[in-house]
T-cell receptor, first 115, second 112 residues
């Protein structure tokens, strides 16, 4: 089955540590995205990538970093510079951006908690 | 500024009743509008998509409408079920190579 997989589902991090969230897709999609969702809030775009080895900052990129070395993979690193990292993180992919009738396919999310 | 506003923020209805969720947007240039359903702790799943020329789209008990002139959309849920309890997110796509614009969602609770 084609899909997008996020791991782990739950992640705990000590303050001051970096942590990497995994996102893998086998849909052959060109574009991939990372969103952050806080309770009662909408999705906020962290980073997105349209092609391999290229990515752009979203609305709240500070304290985060990404890489796109392979088409299938778009890992997100939450660095110690992110002041309030506890949130639900969603990864998504699409055949192309914006006007695509296929829309986004989302992963099932990773809940990150700082302890 | 490209924005999507949804109302109400939350809604509680009895099982079997109908409800309508609202979405207003100021996104341009407009390409399409989607409604997503997000269960708690899960990723959003697409319900409907409409382009500029479409003013209604159904998916089972879900019916979405679009008025591109007033930049408004609604999602009507008929004969609600307990499984309809979720957040419903209005999402607008722009022409060109830019990310989708998300509303904050309406949290729907269906109670027995």
């Amino acid at each position: 089955d084609g899909g997008i997989t996020q791991s782990p589902k739950y992640l705990f991090r000590k303050e001051g540590q970096n942590v990497t969230l995994s996102c893998e897709q086998n849909l052959n999609h060109d574009a991939m995205y990372w969103y952050r969702q806080d309770p009662g809030q909408g999705l906020r775009l962290i980073y997105y990538s349209q092609i391999v080895n290229d990515f752009q900052k979203g609305d709240i990129a500070e304290g985060y970093s990404v890489s796109r070395e392979k088409k299938e993979s778009f890992p997100l690193t939450v660095t110690s510079a992110q002041k309030n990292p506890t949130a639900f993180y969603l990864c998504a992919s699409s055949p192309q951006q914006g006007a695509s009738r296929s829309g986004y396919t989302f992963g099932s999310g990773t809940r990150l908690t700082v302890v | 500024k490209n924005q999507v506003e949804q109302s109400p923020q939350s809604l509680i209805i009895l099982e079997g009743k109908n409800c309508t969720l609202q979405c207003n947007y100021t996104v341009s240039p407009f390409s399409n509008l989607r409604w997503y359903k997000q269960d708690t702790g899960r990723g959003p799943v697409s319900l409907t998509i409409m382009t500029f020329s479409e003013n209604t789209k159904s998916n089972g008990r879900y019916t979405a409408t679009l008025d591109a002139d007033t930049k408004q959309s609604s999602l009507h849920i008929t004969a609600s079920q307990l499984s309809d309890s979720a957040s419903y997110i209005c999402v607008v796509g722009r022409e060109g190579n830019t990310p989708l614009v998300f509303g904050k969602g309406t949290r729907l609770s269906v109670i027995a």
